[in-house]
C-alpha cells in the first residue's frame, strides 16, 4: 500500500493531492504506517486494504493473523477509520478528535472501529496521560489511536492507543520496519463484515500492503 501510494504520487506529480483518488490513497497511507506501528509492538505481520468506495466506511481494513492460546489460525479484522489533524485546525487534538470522529451530529460506527487521529503538523500536546482523560469522559466504544511524526528529517514516528486506556505506545522508523520480513506470503480480499475474507498466495517479496 505504501508503494502503491508512491507510485501514484510519481505518476500525477504535483496534480497527486487534486485527483479523486488522492483522499482514499492518503488514508490508505496513514493505515500503512500505523500497522507498521502496531507490527513492530506486537511482532507479528498484518495486512490492510483500501475499502470499496461504495462502502462509503471504513477507511481501510485491517488484519492480523491470531496466535495465542485457543486463536490460533484465527483472524483480527478491523476497519479503522482515518481523521487528519492538519495546520488548518486550530483546535487541541484531544477537541478536534471529540468535534469528528466522536461528534453525535456524524454518522456512528461500529464499535469495535478503530479511530486513527493523524497529526500533520508541529503540534505541542497536553500530555497523552491528560489527552486520554480528557476522552476517557465521551466513554466512546472505540479504541482511539495517535500518530504522528517525531523527526522532521527521518521517517521516525510514534504511535500509542490514548481511549479507552493509555497504552500500546511505540516509536518506529518506517524504513527499518518495512525491511521486516514476517514470512507473509498471502495476499488478502478482505470484504464487508458479512462477507468472507478469502486468501491466496503469491510469489511477491515485498512488503504484503
Known sequence: MLA???????????????????KALKEAWIVSVMMLGMMKHLGRGGWVQIVDPTERTPDARTLFLMDRPGESGNFRYQDVEVVTLTSYSTEPVE???????????????????????????????KKWTEIQQDLSATKAPYDIYLLGKIDRDKHHYQLARI??????????????????????KNTLRLGARSMKTTMT?????????
Open 201 to 209: 498466495t503469491t510469489d511477491e517479496h515485498h512488503r504484503p500492503f
Open 163 to 184: 481511549h479507552p486506556g493509555l497504552d500500546q505506545a511505540v516509536k518506529f522508523d518506517v524504513e527499518e520496519e518495512i525491511k521486516k520480513d514476517y514470512g507473509l
Open 95 to 125: 477537541e478536534f478528535i471529540k468535534n469528528t470522529k466522536l461528534s453525535k451530529k456524524k454518522k456512528t460506527y461500529p464499535a469495535d472501529t478503530i479511530i486513527l487521529c493523524y497529526v500533520d503538523k508541529d503540534l505541542q500536546t
Open 4 to 22: 502503491c501510494f508512491y507510485r501514484r504520487r510519481d505518476e500525477l506529480g504535483k496534480d497527486f493531492a487534486k485527483h479523486p483518488d488522492f
